[in-house]
């Protein structure tokens, strides 16, 4: 049995620590917070349930097949994400990869050659991606059922890595290039899909889990995170909250526990279940046993963008907020304007960007109070905009947060007519919120940056590693790998798990 500390009670902390607790170590979860799930979180406000970030997840065979091993499969609910998207150009159901293109194609008959173009390369891509992305993951399994879960890889895989090879680098926007001219409607929707500037292998994996494979919780993602943390404790794990860690403590090159409010904790091995940068840049009690070149590394790496969040509580009955939205959740692009999400300096930002509306009440009716409705709007900012949303000036902040929020509200209204005089709660994140409350380097939604460009890690996109230059230090959340997100944390926690012997 070894005594084994993780920080951080996302999905991937929460999932590592019932993994080995169940294998008999001991374990104990650090959390910072009132509650576990980090991204994967909720809260609520006036009997509103919101998310607080991450609001649906992707490869539901990794998810099912964990909930599975640790034996709450039952006391999680889910339901597929229905999506509405809107232009001025069209407004269709996103039902599958197949609707979705003759939906487009119907929205610009004048520009078929060229969509039909675009389409062909994209099903070549898409039909290789398929195979993998439903699945539960090799590495969640054991002798022989790890040999047949590798067979789709072994079977699919060299025919997915030779046409990956050729766009090694390239970006959605690189792929709209070649058939669209800068600055169309057509160009600025294949541009946006995702994170801005992702890579072609991202774009597979985009209409597979549109099409396929995206969900929400029922009861809502703060449900997940306290049903894995009561199986955690069953095991018995102990769950620390309100217990952020100080100090990673090394001895001899090596992690061999942990600080928290003025108290050693001893530990044969320490997961960083939280932000990489931070774990190396500010928990690591001696900086100088990695190599300053790899610190630099990670000090300059770029990470994914972060998301402005509006939470509203509505004096509207769901009927009413069905009969504007049609689905749960609406994505609007006006795909009037080029984009540059590099670019912090462009203070009409938000007045130009797609942004989507996601209703939980529409879910599960049960999520708002009687009679009355939430509502949530999210749009994808550019990192550290307007001189990093004048951080350390308290009232300049708010007046942008409230400026963003004002015009969010307003673009919203041609959605949701009359939606500002039906507000009866009202909340908002920004990209600085999510970095206060996840501790994520600049709110990073993802881990790290998914432009193919500036990748952290050595190797292809979908490479994960647990190691870090310090022994005895795991990664055990979305940023063992590139391509963050959900699947990535579940990943790192069987990885982790299997390690620790």
């Given at each position: 049995?070894?005594?084994?500390?993780?920080?951080?009670?996302?999905?991937?902390?929460?999932?590592?620590?019932?993994?080995?607790?169940?294998?008999?170590?001991?374990?104990?979860?650090?959390?910072?917070?009132?509650?576990?799930?980090?991204?994967?979180?909720?809260?609520?406000?006036?009997?509103?349930?919101?998310?607080?970030?991450?609001?649906?997840?992707?490869?539901?065979?990794?998810?099912?097949?964990?909930?599975?091993?640790?034996?709450?499969?039952?006391?999680?609910?889910?339901?597929?994400?229905?999506?509405?998207?809107?232009?001025?150009?069209?407004?269709?159901?996103?039902?599958?990869?197949?609707?979705?293109?003759?939906?487009?194609?119907?929205?610009?008959?004048?520009?078929?050659?060229?969509?039909?173009?675009?389409?062909?390369?994209?099903?070549?891509?898409?039909?290789?991606?398929?195979?993998?992305?439903?699945?539960?993951?090799?590495?969640?399994?054991?002798?022989?059922?790890?040999?047949?879960?590798?067979?789709?890889?072994?079977?699919?895989?060299?025919?997915?890595?030779?046409?990956?090879?050729?766009?090694?680098?390239?970006?959605?926007?690189?792929?709209?290039?070649?058939f669209f001219a800068k600055g169309t409607p057509l160009h600025r929707l294949f541009s946006d899909l995702g994170y801005p500037k992702m890579g072609i292998e991202g774009l597979a994996g985009f209409f597979v889990i549109m099409s396929k494979d995206y969900w929400h919780v029922v009861e809502g993602m703060q449900h997940l995170a306290d049903t894995l943390a009561e199986a955690f404790k069953s095991f018995g794990g102990e769950l620390k909250l309100r217990a952020p860690v100080d100090k990673i403590l090394t001895k001899g090159g090596a992690a061999c526990g942990v600080m928290s409010s003025g108290r050693s904790y001893d530990a044969d091995v320490v997961i960083s279940a939280c932000d990489y940068k931070s774990t190396f840049l500010s928990l690591l009690d001696d900086p100088s046993i990695v190599p300053s070149a790899q610190l630099e590394k990670i000090r300059n790496a770029a990470v994914?963008?972060?998301?402005?969040?509006?939470?509203?509580?509505?004096?509207?009955?769901?009927?009413?907020?069905?009969?504007?939205?049609?689905?749960?959740?609406?994505?609007?692009?006006?795909?009037?304007?080029?984009?540059?999400?590099?670019?912090?300096?462009?203070?009409?930002?938000?007045?130009?960007?797609?942004?989507?509306?996601?209703?939980?009440?529409?879910?599960?009716?049960?999520?708002?109070?009687?009679?009355?409705?939430?509502?949530?709007?999210?749009?994808?900012?550019?990192?550290?905009?307007?001189?990093?949303?004048?951080?350390?000036?308290?009232?300049?902040?708010?007046?942008?947060?409230?400026?963003?929020?004002?015009?969010?509200?307003?673009?919203?209204?041609?959605?949701?007519?009359?939606?500002?005089?039906?507000?009866?709660?009202?909340?908002?994140?920004?990209?600085?919120?999510?970095?206060?409350?996840?501790?994520?380097?600049?709110?990073?939604?993802?881990?790290?940056?998914?432009?193919?460009?500036?990748?952290?890690?050595?190797?292809?996109?979908?490479?994960?590693?647990?190691?870090?230059?310090?022994?005895?230090?795991?990664?055990?959340?979305?940023?063992?790998?590139?391509?963050?997100?959900?699947?990535?944390?579940?990943?790192?926690?069987?990885?982790?798990?299997?390690?620790?012997?």
């Open positions: 049995m070894k005594t084994i500390t993780i920080i951080g009670s996302g999905i991937g902390g929460l999932t590592a620590g019932c993994l080995l607790a169940k294998k008999g170590h001991k374990v104990t979860i650090f959390e910072s917070h009132t509650d576990p799930g980090g991204y994967t979180a909720g809260f609520s406000g006036k009997g509103f349930y919101f998310e607080s970030g991450t609001l649906a997840f992707e490869s539901s065979g990794v998810l099912f097949k964990t909930l599975d091993d640790l034996g709450v499969r039952d006391k999680v609910h889910f339901v597929r994400k229905k999506d509405r998207w809107v232009s001025p150009y069209f407004d269709f159901p996103f039902e599958s990869y197949a609707s979705f293109k003759q939906a487009i194609i119907a929205a610009f008959p004048a520009e078929k050659t060229a969509l039909d173009g675009y389409f062909a390369a994209l099903d070549e891509i898409y039909a290789v991606s398929e195979p993998f992305m439903t699945r539960p993951f090799p590495m969640q399994f054991e002798g022989l059922a790890a040999v047949q879960a590798m067979l789709p890889y072994i079977v699919s895989g060299p025919k997915y890595y030779k046409i990956f090879k050729k766009l090694q680098g390239q970006t959605v926007a690189d792929m709209a290039g070649r994914s963008e972060g998301i402005f969040t509006i939470y509203l509580g509505l004096d509207m009955p769901n009927e009413e907020l069905e009969s504007h939205l049609r689905a749960y959740s609406v994505n609007f692009n006006p795909l009037a304007d080029d984009l540059d999400f590099d670019d912090p300096g462009d203070a009409d930002h938000f007045r130009k960007t797609a942004f989507s509306l996601h209703s939980l009440s529409l879910i599960n009716p049960k999520l708002a109070p009687e009679g009355k409705s939430s509502l949530m709007i999210q749009a994808v900012s550019p990192i550290h905009w307007q001189d990093n949303w004048y951080k350390g000036d308290r009232e300049k902040y708010r007046t942008l947060k409230e400026r963003v929020k004002a015009t969010l509200i307003e673009r919203a209204e041609a959605l949701v007519p009359g939606l500002r005089s039906r507000i009866e709660f009202e909340d908002a994140a920004t990209p600085l919120t999510y970095e206060r409350y996840t501790h994520n380097t600049d709110g990073a939604t993802s881990a790290w940056s998914w432009d193919p460009n500036k990748k952290f890690y050595e190797g292809g996109m979908m490479k994960m590693t647990v190691e870090t230059p310090v022994r005895n230090l795991l990664i055990g959340s979305c940023w063992v790998g590139q391509i963050g997100g959900i699947p990535s944390a579940l990943a790192a926690a069987y990885m982790c798990a299997k390690k620790i012997r």
